[in-house]
């Protein structure tokens, strides 16, 4: 089986690839719509996308692929994400700064900080961002303590995301018809289900919407709304709900859900890696 | 008066200030932090923010920056954003791209077609990224047309982002304490109410405070979570209402939201300055 991650080797998705996956074949792909393909061209078997960072919200390239594309999640992780500043020169020498854009994202008031005339360089990657700082002068990246080995940097500041508790949220996600079974390093009991819909065009939808898990007594964990890319100020919805779509209760609060809705789109009900 | 925004000159935050304050001393800041702390130390009277994109979704930076200072909204404006591909190179010569990073966000689709190698350098605004294009040689900026007049660089593709609807919500900031009397050009008649919350920690929570408005009719145009950035996992909602703070349903809903949240803070009720 082959999995595809966002390399290359030594980036957060590598290690939380590894954590779900520790004895398949990891595949690096360059960005996360990259995995999106992979997966949906059946070059790779499953992929692990970053999903939300603790602090910094959710992945929007990650939503926004997961509402155009038709794959669904069967497993969900969470890594502890310590950025850390690595490079081969003196702090002071330092004038260019490589990372994926939650990296800086992550850091910024620290980097505003330390590094105010610091040239801010975007990766798809932070791993691929160590690789840069590694063969730039007067650079260095934002990336994991593994990256350092990797690519022979030494780390100059640990922990320099602004919160200390920083965690990322993955979720693996196969073609709706992978019929393979894969056994996962053990998982929570409980399952979580995700879904995005789109509410009709008229005033109270959206309570409409949420009432139907009311109505049910379902636990909604979270809900976050994206642009709809098609018209401007309209809205799609992410939803977690605790529990399995299998679970009659939420059935049936689906099917309610359905009435109030322009479109519902089950994303998988999954368990945790822990 | 004096108005912060996002500078340099050229930048689309700046046609924004323009806009709302056509006849009022604008000051360039060189970052959205930076606005925030120019209004709070009374540098600047006001200041103006960019809100939300059309396609990318909320300015998260501006939403914490909301969350943890004690600044009001007291106007909005909406402002069609074209961005375009800026340089005096070949396009076969580009190596680097300046942008913001919601530049980059909006014309992802577009800069991973057209240039997949590329070097993307994150900068604090458009505007500054044109700058920095007209300094460098094989580089070019993703920002507005008036930046390539300002900056003496060519257009080399117009309307770059990913969709062609494509607007930013900038919203006018002051003091809670302003006394000041802004007369700003002919804004809509309706009012718009912004506030954010934090619901208490227990199942169903998020739904009876949002029950608080359909009980009264009031109407919830947006919802947006953020990460509280002082517990992993536990969000902040930012929610829109049509109406004013003053109006009677209004302020009964938010006396019922009361009840079932840890803290509110209201943003505002502003009119929309068309």
């Known amino acids: 089986m082959k999995v595809a991650f966002l390399g290359p080797e030594s980036s957060f998705s590598n290690e939380a690839a590894k954590k779900a996956f520790p004895k398949e074949e990891l595949v690096p792909v360059e960005s996360i719509s990259k995995i999106f393909e992979s997966v949906e061209s059946k070059k790779t078997d ?12 959710s992945i929007t390239q990650t939503l926004d692929a997961l509402a155009s594309t038709e794959l669904v999640i069967i497993a969900e992780t969470y890594l502890e994400v ?10 002071s020498s330092i004038k260019k700064i ?6 800086f994202a992550q850091c910024r008031t620290w980097v505003e900080k330390n590094f105010p005339k610091a040239e801010l360089v975007e990766c798809a990657s932070t791993a691929g961002a160590a690789k840069k700082a590694a063969g730039e002068k007067n650079s260095a990246a934002i990336a994991s303590m593994s990256a350092a080995n990797k690519f022979g940097l030494k780390i100059l500041a640990k922990s320099i ?21 894969i056994k996962f390093p053990p998982s929570s009991k409980e399952f979580k289900t995700s879904l995005l819909f789109g509410v009709k065009d008229k005033p109270g939808s959206l309570f ?11 636990n909604m964990t979270k809900i976050e709304s994206r642009p709809s890319r098609k018209n401007a100020w309209e809205y799609v919805f992410f939803i977690d709900i605790s529990g399995s779509i299998k679970d009659e209760p939420i059935m049936k609060a689906i099917v309610e859900l359905n009435k109030h809705c322009a479109f519902i789109k089950i994303l998988g009900s999954y368990k945790r890696i822990e």
Request: with cysteine.
């Open 46 to 57: 499953a992929g692990i996308i970053p999903l939300e960072n603790s602090n910094e919200g």
């Open 82 to 91: 310590n950025q850390c500043l690595l490079s081969n020169e003196k702090v």
């Open 98 to 103: 490589f990372s994926h854009p939650q990296g």
């Open 161 to 181: 995301q602004d919160s200390a508790d920083n965690k990322t949220r993955f979720a693996v996600i196969v073609k709706k018809d992978f019929s393979g079974a």
């Open 208 to 218: 409409d919407a949420i009432k139907s898990f009311k109505d049910y007594n379902v």
